[in-house]
């Protein structure tokens, strides 16, 4: 099982453009969460999929658009980047009836 | 008020000796809490959690202790070791689908 994977893993942007961060499970887990890590704000969460069809607002939402494209895949949009969304994003998943979640290793976004 | 604290944002141990990770949080409601443990380059992966209903929870060289009175969670590492060198999370379910997190701590073990 390869757990959480998250493509890709570095991009460096500039102001307006666009771009869509790409997730993906293969535990068959029914929720799916997207955060940001920024330096000493701890994991801030975007967007989550409580289930395949369903999407809700985190914390910081935003700038940001998602997709729950099946219950493998959920991806980020940023629509028109701006420099405060530099961060290290991570998606993450897990069983609806647990605590625990299983992150990706992470995308580095840079926004010039 | 939801938050979740965490305010040694730094510890440096001896390799050997214990580590005490502080973690506080606000809301008397929250009944669950988790530690993540994150090396660079990686994402965070569960380490240990423990319920409002205990006041310790232990696996292998991990204890967590809550004191819900003073709400205030601790993790021990003990006896530390290198590999122990990471940034620590402290989080609680806010509802049945999201968790809040704390700032983090990054943990240096010293050989």
């Known amino acids: 099982n390869a757990g959480v994977t998250q493509t890709p893993k570095f991009q460096v942007l500039k102001t307006g453009q666009s771009m869509t961060l790409q997730c993906a499970q293969d535990m068959n887990h029914n929720s799916m969460y997207w955060y940001r890590q920024d330096p000493g704000m701890g994991l801030r969460l975007i967007y989550y999929?409580?289930?395949?069809?369903?999407?809700d607002k985190g914390e910081v939402p935003n700038g940001y658009n998602v997709s729950r494209l099946n219950k493998r895949e959920f991806s980020l949009r940023l629509e028109s980047a701006a420099p405060s969304q530099t961060s290290v994003y991570f998606c993450?998943?897990?069983?609806?009836?647990?605590?625990?979640?299983?992150f990706g290793p992470g995308t580095r976004l840079t926004v010039l | 008020d939801q938050q979740v604290k965490q305010n040694s944002p730094s510890l440096s141990v001896q390799e050997g000796r214990i580590s005490i990770l502080n973690c506080d949080y606000t809301?008397?409601?929250?009944?669950?809490f988790l530690w993540y443990k994150k090396y660079p380059a990686e994402g965070p992966t569960f380490l240990i959690s423990i319920s409002s209903i205990k006041d310790k929870n232990e696996d292998g060289r991990f204890t967590v202790f809550l004191n819900k009175s003073a709400k205030h969670l601790s993790l021990h590492i003990v006896p530390s070791q290198p590999g122990d060198s990471a940034v620590y999370f402290c989080a609680a379910p806010i509802d049945y689908d999201k968790v809040i997190f704390g700032p983090g701590t990054s943990l240096s073990v010293i050989p």
């Open positions: 999929s409580a289930s395949e069809g369903t999407t």
């Open positions: 993450a998943s897990k069983r609806t009836a647990n605590r625990e979640q299983f």
């Open positions: 809301n008397s409601m929250f009944d669950y």
